[in-house]
Nanobody, 124 residues
Framework: QVQLVESGGGLVQAGGSLRLSCAAS????????MGWFRQAPGKEREFVAG????????AYGDSVKGRFTISTDNGKNTVYLQMNSLKPEDTAVYSC?????????????????WGQGTQVTVSS
């Protein structure tokens, strides 16, 4: 059973930082592209960042470039999202996802496996 379990969300003040983690299990992700998406109330799910499971080929949404960093720890089967300089508009549910056999994936339809998400709330 494939599982992607996010953690690390919470409440933070504007300008603060959080690190999200995504623990992956149930299959090999060696050939996958791993992504983080977010969805705020009343808005579409938005691509935040992506990376090859092996590292490299990183991609970021325009709204988070220069503030967020995605990384992987293959030994721990975990994908991280370091979020700095957080803004109230970053408030959303953040979800981890896996796109099998894809070099770079920024579209929701490219992802087959999804986690339940973790809430991030940034206060002004």
């Amino acid at each position: 059973q494939v599982q992607l379990v996010e953690s690390g969300g919470g409440l933070v003040q504007a300008g603060g930082s959080l690190r999200l983690s995504c623990a992956a299990s149930g299959r090999t992700f060696r050939n996958d592209y791993m992504g983080w998406f977010r969805q705020a109330p009343g808005k579409e799910r938005e691509f935040v960042a992506g990376i090859l499971w092996s590292g490299g080929s990183t991609a970021y949404g325009d709204s988070v470039k220069g503030r967020f960093t995605i990384s992987t720890d293959n030994g721990k089967n975990t994908v991280y999202l370091q979020m700095n300089s957080l803004k109230p508009e970053d408030t959303a549910v953040y979800s981890c996802a896996a796109a099998p056999g894809v070099g770079v994936a920024v579209r929701k339809y490219q992802y087959h496996y999804w986690g339940q998400g973790t809430q991030v709330t940034v206060s002004s």
